[in-house]
């Protein structure tokens, strides 16, 4: 995980159609692993009944609303609100990491376009998120795993109780994918391990393992349910972790 550079200026971008605002404290807890999230605003038409946690969310984090009116029906202007905001904030050159919170495949052309300027952009989405989005971003993180791992009794509710909570919400809260069941997980692993390099003991280097496997996929251990990739290898079968007097961790491949 990149978090060698806490000095770092994130913008985070919310659409608020398409994210739930009741992960929006977890969401700025991983962004802290790129840096200080001084840019943050959500984009919406504020008049829908629906945003009105959203709404209230904004006031309660400092994040800044965007009026987006519905001036068709069946278009959404947030979208390319959003986009041209993004592309603003990457040739100010100011912003050296991003967050986009939403499930919309339209995001993709703007993630893969910051991704050419070496800067990382985390998505934020539900299970339900086109794989184009998650595979454009460095790093795509399921909100209800998330979710899953906050430990409050219950979210808090808007400032307006007559409202609803947000139909946003994904339903599947409280529960995590599990890395043993994910064939194409243990897959991209495996493959990573087998491409670097071994010592006589047969163990790599974790942080070797997993840098080339995030050259090859989103994916992020939080998805599974662990804060670290450690974590995760440990619990697969397949692997064995080894920590060294330097403090590294080495990995290898027993099954």
Known sequence: ????????????????DNASWHAIDPVLTVLAELGTVNVRRVY??????ALTGWRDMSIRHGIEPQQQFDLTKGKNATDMKM?????????????????????????????????????PVYGFG??????GFRQA???????????????????ARPVNEDV????????????????????????????AYDAVKHDAKGFSSLSAVGQLAANRSSFDAR???????????????AFQTERREDGQIFVKRVR
């Open 1 to 16: 995980m990149p978090d060698e550079t806490p000095s770092r200026n994130v913008a985070l971008l919310i659409d608020a």
């Open 44 to 49: 919406g038409n504020w008049s829908k009944p």
């Open 83 to 119: 986009t041209i905001d993004a592309m603003d904030l990457l040739f100010r050159g100011r912003v050296e990491g991003f967050g986009i919170m939403s499930s919309d495949s339209d995001f993709m052309p703007i993630a893969m376009r910051i991704r050419q300027d070496g800067i």
């Open 126 to 131: 539900n299970a339900n998120t086109p794989e």
């Open 137 to 155: 971003c460095t790093r795509f993180i399921d909100v209800a795993a998330l979710l899953a791992e906050a430990t409050p009794a219950a979210p």
């Open 164 to 191: 609803p909570l947000d139909a946003s919400l994904p339903p599947a809260i409280g529960t995590k994918r599990k890395a043993g069941d994910d064939p194409e997980l243990l897959k991209l692993l495996i493959d």
């Open 223 to 237: 998805n599974y349910g662990f804060k670290r990739l450690s974590d995760l290898i440990e619990s697969l079968p």
